[in-house]
């Protein structure tokens, strides 16, 4: 695993307490505390923020989700071992403060977190033939007509037919793929979601979310899911549990797997 640059600004107001656990930046660099300008008071504005974002996860938080060792999108036991994530990004009205600032990209976001699921190789790789059956469709129906439109005579015999014959095979085939790749994803994803939540919008932890306040942040494909092998570390939302687990009197829980050898930790 890559390791992280040290949080090592001793001087900042923030140093190793609960808030930069939370806040979860890699680097001091690329805390929003880096863009401090003289006047302002960013270490309290930024502490009021974080306590805010904890105010608006659920009881449980979001960190077990990537945390489990066993799939949290199957929905019967036994479930399949975690080797992936299926990412879903969410956002927050809230805090003002941040969706001002960010009016410029997308108007009404304050904070923005994933969803990362621990996923098994089963629920993964069934999002993925889902996502790829209306291409897939279609081009298996290209590769069986190709022997057709490559030989003389099977063209001969076609065109004798009617001449327009070919073109109208031609669309049939990619169109007619393509809608028929459509009908069976449906099918196949209501058969998906009788033990595996495979509208994630439909889980448990996403439910939760949204009733504070949380909105998926869909794309082209609807709620499909990012699935990467590796979760997102950084960022707010991402922390692990142990971060929200700190008394706001404790420093940083250390995580000895992702600190440098090198790094020293003040007691
Ligand atoms: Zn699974």
């Given at each position: 695993m890559e390791k992280p640059a040290a949080k090592n600004n001793t001087a900042?107001?923030?140093?190793?307490?609960?808030?930069c656990a939370i806040l979860n930046s890699e680097t001091c660099e690329s805390c929003p505390l880096a863009s401090e300008r003289p006047g302002q008071n960013q270490a309290e504005l930024v502490k009021e923020n974080v306590a805010l974002f904890e105010s608006l996860?659920?009881?449980?938080?979001?960190?077990?989700l990537f945390e489990s060792g066993t799939c949290t999108v199957c929905k019967n036991e036994p479930k399949g071992s975690a080797d992936r994530f299926a990412?879903?990004?969410?956002?927050?009205?809230?805090?003002?403060?941040?969706?001002?600032?960010?009016?410029?990209?997308r108007s009404g976001v304050g904070f923005m977190m994933p969803l990362q699921f621990a996923c098994c190789r089963k629920c993964g790789r069934r999002f993925v033939l889902s996502a790829y059956l209306p291409l897939l469709v279609p081009t298996v129906l290209t590769a069986?007509?190709?022997?057709?439109?490559?030989?003389p005579?099977?063209?001969?015999?076609?065109?004798?037919?009617?001449?327009?014959?070919?073109?109208?095979l031609v669309l049939l085939t990619a169109g007619g793929g393509y809608l028929l790749g459509k009908f069976l994803q449906q099918r196949?994803?209501?058969?998906?979601?009788q033990d595996m939540y495979f509208d994630l919008l439909s889980h448990p932890a996403s439910k939760a979310l949204m009733e504070k306040g949380w909105f998926p942040l869909l794309d082209r494909s609807g709620s499909a899911p990012i699935l990467s092998r590796r979760r997102i570390e950084y960022g707010l939302g991402n922390a692990?549990?142990?971060?929200?687990?700190?008394?706001?009197?404790d420093k940083i829980p250390v995580n000895t797997e992702e600190i440098p050898e090198n790094r020293e930790i003040a007691d």
């Open positions: 900042c107001a923030l140093f190793q307490s609960r808030a996860l659920p009881d449980e938080g979001v960190a077990y990412i879903l990004d969410f956002g927050h009205h809230e805090p003002e403060e941040i969706q001002v600032r960010r009016l410029l990209q069986v007509m190709i022997p057709l439109f490559v030989s005579h099977l063209m001969q015999l076609v065109k004798s037919a009617a001449v327009w014959l070919p073109f109208v196949l994803n209501r058969q998906f979601e692990p549990s142990g971060a929200y687990a700190v008394k706001t009197e």
